[in-house]
C-alpha cells in the first residue's frame, strides 16, 4: 500500500504543471491573473494620464488657436530654432569626436579608475542642468579657474554661441557615449579577433567591423543626443545667458515669451519642442533603436 502511495505521489510531483485551458475560439488560454492585471490598470493608466495629457493639452492648444501657426512665421521664433538647430548640429559633430573614443575605450578597454570615468560620465544625467551651467561659468567665465589664461588668449566663452555648444554638449554628450558604448560591448571580440588573425590594424577592425556592427545603437545614442541638445534650458540660460539671436534657443523662448506674458507665444514656442521630441521617440522605436532608450546601458 505504501509503495502504491508513493508511487502516486512521484507520478503527481513528476507531472508538468497544469496549463490554464484554450478558449473556444482558439484564441489561447484564458489568463489567469485578470484581477492582478485589472488592479494595475487603475495606477498605471493614472500615471500615462499624468504624463500625456499635459503635454497633449499644451499641443492641442496651440493648433486650435492658431498660435503655432503664427508661432512658425514670428521672427523669435524662427531665429531661435535656426540657432537652435546650428548649435545643436555643432554640438553633436563635438559629441561624436570626443565621445565615440571614449565610448570604444570604456566598451573594450579596463584600467585602473574606468569607473571614476564611468561616473563622471554618468553625472551629467542626473544632475541639475542649472548646476552643470553654474560648473561650466566656474570653469570658463572670466573669474574661474581658466578664465585668466583664455582671456591672455583672446578669447571669450560665456555669453556667447559658444558657451551654448558647450552647455548642449555637456548635457546630451552622456546618452551618446551610453549608447555607443553599449553597442561596442555587443559586437563580438571573436570576429574581431578573427579580423586581426587576418592582419587587420585596429582602426580598420573599428572601421569595418565594429562600427558596421554596432551602427544601431551608436546611430539611436546621435538621435537622443541631439535631442537632449535641442530641448536644453538650464546650463545654457546659466552659462550663455538669454540673449536674442546670440544664445536664445527655443527653450529659452519658451521662458522669456512666458516671463513677458505672451502666454499664446511661449505655448507655441513649447509645442515645437514637443514635436521635435515626440518625433525623435518614434523614430527610434520604429527604427528599432530601443537600447538608447534602455537605462541597463548604463549599469
Not at 537622443?224 to 550663455?240: K, N, P, Q, V
Not at 523662448?253 to 514637443?274: K, P, T
Not at 534602455?294 to 549599469?299: F, I
Given at each position: 500500500m505504501s509503495s502504491i502511495v508513493e508511487t502516486g505521489s512521484s507520478e503527481s510531483s513528476a507531472r508538468p504543471p497544469s496549463r490554464a485551458a484554450p478558449r473556444p475560439d482558439g484564441r489561447g488560454p484564458r489568463s489567469t491573473a485578470g484581477p492582478v492585471a485589472w488592479s494595475a490598470a487603475l495606477p498605471a493608466g493614472l500615471l500615462?494620464?499624468?504624463?500625456?495629457?499635459?503635454?497633449?493639452?499644451?499641443?492641442?492648444?496651440s493648433a486650435i488657436d492658431g498660435s503655432l501657426a503664427r508661432a512658425a512665421g514670428a521672427q523669435a521664433v524662427t531665429t531661435a530654432l535656426a540657432l537652435s538647430l546650428a548649435t545643436t548640429a555643432v554640438s553633436l559633430v563635438l559629441t561624436v569626436a570626443l565621445g565615440l573614443p571614449l565610448a570604444y575605450i570604456l566598451a573594450r578597454r579596463r584600467f585602473p579608475g574606468s569607473w571614476l570615468v564611468e561616473a563622471i560620465v554618468d553625472l551629467p544625467l542626473v544632475l541639475p542642468p542649472s548646476?552643470?551651467?553654474?560648473?561650466?561659468?566656474?570653469?570658463?567665465?572670466?573669474?574661474?579657474?581658466?578664465?585668466?589664461?583664455?582671456?591672455?588668449?583672446?578669447?571669450?566663452?560665456p555669453f556667447t554661441t559658444l558657451a551654448v555648444v558647450l552647455s548642449q554638449t555637456f548635457v546630451s554628450a552622456p546618452f551618446f557615449v551610453r549608447s555607443a558604448r553599449s553597442g561596442i560591448q555587443s559586437v563580438d571580440r571573436d570576429i574581431e579577433d578573427a579580423g586581426r588573425v587576418d592582419g587587420a590594424s585596429e582602426l580598420n577592425l573599428f572601421l569595418r567591423i565594429t562600427r558596421p556592427l554596432a551602427a544601431g545603437?551608436?546611430?539611436?545614442?546621435?538621435?537622443?543626443?541631439?535631442?537632449?541638445?535641442?530641448g536644453e534650458f538650464g546650463?545654457?540660460?546659466?552659462?550663455?545667458?538669454?540673449?536674442?539671436?546670440?544664445?536664445?534657443?527655443?527653450?529659452?523662448?519658451?521662458?522669456?515669451?512666458?516671463?513677458?506674458?505672451?502666454?499664446?507665444?511661449?505655448?507655441?514656442?513649447?509645442?515645437?519642442?514637443?514635436i521635435a521630441a515626440f518625433g525623435v521617440l518614434i523614430a527610434v522605436r520604429l527604427l528599432h533603436w530601443g537600447r538608447a532608450l534602455d537605462l541597463r546601458s548604463l549599469a
Amino acid at each position: 500500500m505504501s509503495s502504491i502511495v508513493e508511487t502516486g505521489s512521484s507520478e503527481s510531483s513528476a507531472r508538468p504543471p497544469s496549463r490554464a485551458a484554450p478558449r473556444p475560439d482558439g484564441r489561447g488560454p484564458r489568463s489567469t491573473a485578470g484581477p492582478v492585471a485589472w488592479s494595475a490598470a487603475l495606477p498605471a493608466g493614472l500615471l500615462a494620464l499624468f504624463l500625456g495629457l499635459p503635454v497633449a493639452v499644451l499641443v492641442a492648444r496651440s493648433a486650435i488657436d492658431g498660435s503655432l501657426a503664427r508661432a512658425a512665421g514670428a521672427q523669435a521664433v524662427t531665429t531661435a530654432l535656426a540657432l537652435s538647430l546650428a548649435t545643436t548640429a555643432v554640438s553633436l559633430v563635438l559629441t561624436v569626436a570626443l565621445g565615440l573614443p571614449l565610448a570604444y575605450i570604456l566598451a573594450r578597454r579596463r584600467f585602473p579608475g574606468s569607473w571614476l570615468v564611468e561616473a563622471i560620465v554618468d553625472l551629467p544625467l542626473v544632475l541639475p542642468p542649472s548646476v552643470a551651467g553654474l560648473g561650466l561659468l566656474l570653469l570658463l567665465g572670466r573669474r574661474g579657474a581658466l578664465g585668466g589664461p583664455l582671456e591672455a588668449l583672446g578669447i571669450e566663452i560665456p555669453f556667447t554661441t559658444l558657451a551654448v555648444v558647450l552647455s548642449q554638449t555637456f548635457v546630451s554628450a552622456p546618452f551618446f557615449v551610453r549608447s555607443a558604448r553599449s553597442g561596442i560591448q555587443s559586437v563580438d571580440r571573436d570576429i574581431e579577433d578573427a579580423g586581426r588573425v587576418d592582419g587587420a590594424s585596429e582602426l580598420n577592425l573599428f572601421l569595418r567591423i565594429t562600427r558596421p556592427l554596432a551602427a544601431g545603437p551608436v546611430a539611436a545614442g546621435l538621435v537622443m543626443s541631439w535631442a537632449r541638445a535641442l530641448g536644453e534650458f538650464g546650463a545654457t540660460i546659466m552659462f550663455a545667458g538669454n540673449l536674442g539671436g546670440r544664445t536664445q534657443t527655443l527653450p529659452l523662448v519658451v521662458y522669456g515669451e512666458f516671463q513677458s506674458g505672451d502666454l499664446d507665444g511661449s505655448i507655441a514656442a513649447a509645442a515645437i519642442l514637443v514635436i521635435a521630441a515626440f518625433g525623435v521617440l518614434i523614430a527610434v522605436r520604429l527604427l528599432h533603436w530601443g537600447r538608447a532608450l534602455d537605462l541597463r546601458s548604463l549599469a
